[in-house]
């Protein structure tokens, strides 16, 4: 299966931008981008997902790379409640598989 | 109802008990899943049923049998388990098996085993 690398940890202030980065570099072109987020004492959230173009939600935006090896999750304006583990997965056109990287865990201060 | 239940919340077993954990979900989705997650480890794949029908089984234990009587509910059949099987349980549901469906996940059950 593919493989997505993320930092370990991110911090950031309230009501700033996020920008977490994921890499995945061996991604095929029928792999998914998804992004979940885990709340503590919670199961996975799904947040936002990808294919080629930039998407947006109202809980995210997705920045994908030109050649597809990053992407990028951004919250626009970080709040406490956006505290978590921020999961990027490949994930297969016609597979029921979702594969887990480590994930980030965001910090979030006031 | 966008929700995933699972019951029981917690539960401890020894290693000679028998015991089950169920999910469910009426979303009319057709995939469901059982995950495992350690603590500070990211969720692992153990099973999935695809309209009623085990589609993939990661090589995991016997130990650990899943069930899914109808398209709302899914089991895990649980006996002889070892300690290092106490882990948080998740379920989650889709719509049908594409890359591009979301899944929805459970509050999970944390498992002890003594």
């Known amino acids: 299966d593919a493989k997505t690398t993320q930092p370990n940890s991110m911090e950031s202030n309230e009501e700033e931008p996020v920008h977490l980065p994921c890499n995945h570099s061996?991604?095929?072109?029928?792999?998914?981008i998804h992004w979940y987020r885990q709340l503590p004492s919670q199961g996975p959230e799904y947040v936002i997902h990808?294919?080629?173009s930039n998407v947006n939600n109202r809980m995210a935006s997705l920045a994908i790379a030109e050649d597809r090896k990053s992407s990028t999750l951004i919250l626009h304006r970080a709040t406490l409640r956006d505290a978590a583990v921020y999961y990027c997965?490949?994930?297969?056109?016609?597979?029921?598989?979702?594969?887990f990287g480590t994930g980030t865990r965001l910090q979030v201060f006031p | 109802d966008t929700e995933v239940t699972q019951t029981p919340k917690h539960l401890v077993m020894g290693m000679t008990n028998k015991k089950s954990l169920k999910c469910e979900q009426h979303?009319?989705?057709?995939?469901m899943y059982w995950y495992k997650q350690k603590a500070k480890k990211p969720p692992e794949l153990m099973f999935v049923?695809?309209?009623?029908?085990?589609?993939i089984n990661e090589s995991v234990p016997s130990r650990f049998s899943p069930e899914c009587p109808n398209s709302s509910l899914l089991n895990l059949h649980l006996h002889a388990l070892q300690p290092e099987d106490s882990a948080l349980y998740l379920c989650?549901?889709?719509?049908?098996?594409?890359?591009?469906?979301?899944?929805?996940f459970g509050p999970g059950t944390r498992l002890t085993v003594l």
């Open positions: 989650a549901s889709s719509k049908a098996s594409s890359g591009y469906n979301e899944q929805f």
């Open positions: 061996t991604i095929s072109g029928t792999d998914y």
């Open positions: 990808g294919l080629t």
């Open positions: 997965i490949l994930r297969l056109h016609n597979t029921d598989k979702l594969i």
């Open positions: 979303m009319g989705h057709r995939a």
């Open positions: 049923y695809s309209y009623e029908k085990l589609s």
